[in-house]
């Protein structure tokens, strides 16, 4: 009993460190109300365990391990601004609990209002429904997500802490029509293009916030499911999305390109957005032609079943197809 009220007592202290931690960072400074959900919300239930990295292969942390010590390095773990590997499959990542700085930053952007319907795609461990849900309340929030173990834990984490957002085992690339319209969608996971049926399960003025080739997509969807936005600057990487197509690794790539430009995240970023479109070479050739871009001077648009990314101007000479999707005039 003793060694249990020590290990809650750590939970209180390690998760006020985190909000310092993650407000130190800035990442909520436009809506400082979500630092009250962080602060109110214990991560450690929803990750009761988690996988660390070390020489040839990993390592399980968990919170039952009967070595004490143990058991405090898995809590302080869990409190700390990384993300963390929940669920390997054949030595793969499948799942995981993403760094809570950038599921801040990811929140914050979603600018959701009371009342607002949101959409998750992609369940992880519940946490980030778990924050949604304490702001909105459980009835106006669905996460989504392919593998029944997946959602089946999700949804005891979720339980367990006290909250009962809608959990749903289906396949994400096409929503969940039964639940709709909402409006703002959030992808917890990675993705090629934005599959159509997003937007056209949203109400006009939405709000769609999804990782796209190692960036953040914001779109603002308008009628009949068009939607049109920009990429943030901050960079995002997450696990790709269980039921769209994956995209080759961009290792092979970047051979034979200059090694501090095959380096360059944003390069390395145009380099996915493009993939399959453009050839490495004219890819590096746009980038240094327009000033090295950043993240930010790309966007996306869909419509009338395309989909294509652009830089600075939607109707500017630079576009291309999104995977699923075709470029003006294309």
Not at 19 to 29: I, L, Q, Y
Not at 261 to 290: I, Y
Request: charge should be negative; aromatic fraction near 8%; proline fraction near 7%.
């Amino acid at each position: 009993m003793g060694a249990q009220r020590g290990l809650d007592e750590l939970a209180v202290r390690a998760r006020a460190g985190l909000v310092r931690e993650v407000a130190e960072s800035g990442a909520w400074d436009a809506e400082p109300h979500w630092r009250e959900v962080f602060e109110q919300v214990p991560r450690h239930l929803f990750v009761p365990y988690y996988f660390k990295g070390v020489p040839g292969g990993y390592e399980r942390l968990w919170g039952e391990d009967p070595d004490p010590e143990r058991r405090e390095r898995w809590l302080r773990g869990v409190y700390t601004d990384q993300p963390l590997a929940t669920r390997l499959r054949d030595g793969e990542l499948v799942s995981s609990s993403s760094q809570p700085s950038l599921m801040a930053r990811m929140l914050v952007e979603l600018e959701v209002r009371d009342g607002d319907r949101v959409l998750e795609i992609g369940a992880g461990t519940g946490y980030n429904a778990a924050l949604l849900a304490h702001r909105l309340g459980d009835a106006c929030v669905t996460t989504v997500d392919l593998d029944p173990e997946i959602t089946e834990s999700a949804r005891a984490h979720l339980a367990a802490a006290g909250y009962r957002p809608a959990v749903v085992t289906g396949d994400g690339t096409r929503g969940c029509a039964e639940r709709a319209p909402y409006d703002r969608i959030v992808a917890t996971c990675a993705v090629r293009s934005v599959p159509g049926e997003w937007p056209a399960q949203c109400r006009p003025g939405a709000r769609i916030l999804a990782p796209v080739a190692t960036g953040l997509l914001v779109l603002e969807v308008g009628d009949a499911g068009c939607a049109e936005g920009r990429f943030l600057r901050t960079p995002a990487y997450f696990v790709a999305l269980r039921g769209q197509e994956r995209g080759a690794g961009i290792g092979a790539a970047v051979g034979g390109l200059p090694r501090k430009v095959a380096q360059d995240e944003s390069f390395r970023f145009l380099l996915t957005l493009t993939a399959g479109r453009l050839d490495p070479r004219e890819t590096l050739a746009l980038w240094e032609r327009e000033g090295r871009p950043g993240r930010e001077r790309f966007g996306v648009t869909m419509g009338g079943g395309r989909e294509w990314a652009w830089l600075d101007d939607p109707r500017g000479p630079y576009a291309w197809a999104l995977p699923g999707g075709s470029a003006p005039g294309g």
